[in-house]
């Protein structure tokens, strides 16, 4: 039976070096590298200054798998949706800067799980719980190349770069929400990168397998586990 490592990242220790190297001996061995729900402001900050970018790019280098879920799945693009902020504390609309795991391989995506909530019942908690309305305020301010990428609870986003495919598994959709129009892709479903006009300036067969899903979970915990 393998047993997991398993790194929490706080602001006690997201600074200190020695805990970072040890994340950095882990991931490096690493085949599958999960982490999961809590506060997407908190835990970008945290990982922005541990610097788990380019740690997680040598994972997905080696061609292990990244799995992010949840309020980590936020982190991962060019901007972090402040969700507490916005939904809970009524701030107005705004962006973090996301990890942008994926960026120096030229692919601009932003990562909105919870895309389809309804917990709000008569209020809009759609779209990771802001709703739509201040939603596409924010979406207004991304420019033309960047990609929302709304996945559904219970749903996960799966990015086969070699075969230029994303498949999507779960309850429910993945919506590829561009200036340009919108894609649905349903649970069962597969669509080619060239439906949804994703150019890249690194060829396909050099980028990793990464997923992205909604575990739709309450715990404020950012745990990373190497396994």
């Not at 835990?43 to 200054?49: D, I, M, N, S």
């Not at 429910?172 to 300036?201: H, K, Y």
Request: charged share 20%; hydrophobic share 40%; net charge negative.
């Amino acid at each position: 039976t393998h047993t997991p490592t398993v790194f929490s990242l706080t602001r006690e220790n997201a600074g200190d070096r020695a805990t970072v190297a040890k994340l950095k001996v882990a991931l490096d061995s690493a085949s599958y590298v999960f982490a999961g729900p809590g506060s997407p402001s908190y835990a970008v900050e945290q990982w922005h200054r541990a610097d788990i970018a380019p740690l997680l790019r040598r994972v997905l280098e080696r061609g292990a798998t990244v799995c992010c879920a949840s309020a980590a799945a936020v982190t991962l693009g060019t901007h972090a949706l402040p969700v507490y902020e916005i939904y809970k504390a009524g701030a107005e609309p705004y962006w973090l800067d996301g990890l942008d795991l994926l960026g120096p391989w030229g692919w601009n995506f932003v990562f909105v799980p919870h895309y389809n909530n309804a917990e709000g019942g008569h209020y809009d908690t759609s779209r990771c719980y802001v709703g739509e309305s201040k939603f596409a305020q924010l979406a207004a301010e991304l420019d033309d190349s960047t990609i929302v990428i709304g996945i559904d609870e219970h749903t996960a986003a799966i990015f086969d770069f070699e075969h230029s495919r994303l498949s999507v598994t779960g309850a429910g959709s993945v919506t590829i929400r561009r200036r340009s129009g919108n894609l649905v892709i349903s649970s069962g479903e597969v669509a080619t990168f060239s439906e949804f006009a994703i150019q890249s300036t690194t060829p396909l067969s050099d980028l990793p397998l990464f997923e992205v899903s909604d575990a739709n979970s309450e715990e404020d915990t950012y745990t990373l586990i190497a396994s």
